[in-house]
């Protein structure tokens, strides 16, 4: 046991000892659904066709390749994940059949994703609405720049006609994803500017006082603030 806990100590922040997700198919996602929204160091996620995920030094890969291992809607907590991770640059969630459903959900959380860069989804069965969906997405979602054409997908749709708009306006949104790289977190045009100090001095009106109230900002604001709020007073005394 010590030599295991030595060994786990010098991982750092890293994921220590490798950890494998069992048990039902729904525990498993649930429990990589719960990992993914909270976890802040992992980069890559392979889930495709497999019902075990085996977690180690920030990569999450499929342990295998089984067919009768697709999760088709039980996937769907996965995607609502995405929903509140920003970390993660690489999804592969491809052989799980999880259809139309399972596409718009997807778009769903690209809509609202701010991290992913490349995703892997096809053998999905994904059909033109679940295209149309994610197509919309990408109207909003300007970090994914690679997406692997879903060949297998599409040879499987009964109107291909009807997608081959959803198809060229993915591929024009990942071209100009690519063009636009997204400012990095650290720079200063993405900061988000201090709001102005805003100060009320509690007073007394009709017996009851007024709650204060502050935010935070610069020194100045709030004495001008407060400085303004006096001469309220003495104007109001004087009448």
């Known amino acids: 046991d010590g030599g295991g806990d030595g060994g786990g100590g010098g991982g750092g922040g890293a994921v220590g000892a490798d950890t494998a997700l069992k048990g039902t198919r ?4 649930a429990d990589l659904a719960d990992f993914v929204a909270t976890h802040r160091t992992l980069l890559e996620l392979d889930v495709s066709n497999s019902r075990t995920v085996v977690v180690s030094g920030g990569k999450a890969r499929a342990a295998g390749n089984n067919v009768a291992g697709c999760l088709r809607l039980e996937l769907l907590p996965l ?11 690489v999804l592969r969630v491809d052989g799980h059949y999880s259809g139309d459903r ?11 994703n701010r991290g992913l860069r490349t995703l892997h989804f096809d053998r999905n069965g994904t059909g033109a609405a679940g295209l149309r969906a994610l197509a919309f997405a990408l109207k909003r979602n300007r970090t994914v720049n690679r997406w692997p054409l879903p060949v297998v997908d ?7 006609g009807s997608a081959r708009h959803s198809l060229a306006v993915i591929q024009q949104r990942l ?3 690519l063009a636009s790289p997204p400012p990095r977190a650290d720079d200063a045009t993405s900061r988000r500017r201090p709001r102005p100090a805003v100060y ?4 007394q009106v009709f017996g009851a006082p007024i709650e204060v109230v502050m935010h935070a900002g610069g020194a100045a604001g709030a004495a001008a603030a407060a400085a303004a709020d006096k001469a ?4 109001g005394a004087e009448g």
């Open 26 to 29: 729904a525990d498993a996602v």
């Open 79 to 89: 995607f609502d994940a995405l929903c509140r991770n920003d970390v993660l640059r």
């Open 102 to 112: 399972g596409a718009c959900t997807l778009a769903q959380a690209l809509a609202l």
């Open 154 to 160: 599409l040879s499987q749709m009964r109107n291909y």
């Open 175 to 177: 071209a100009r994803n």
């Open 200 to 203: 009320r001095r509690p007073r």
């Open 232 to 235: 309220g007073d003495g104007a």
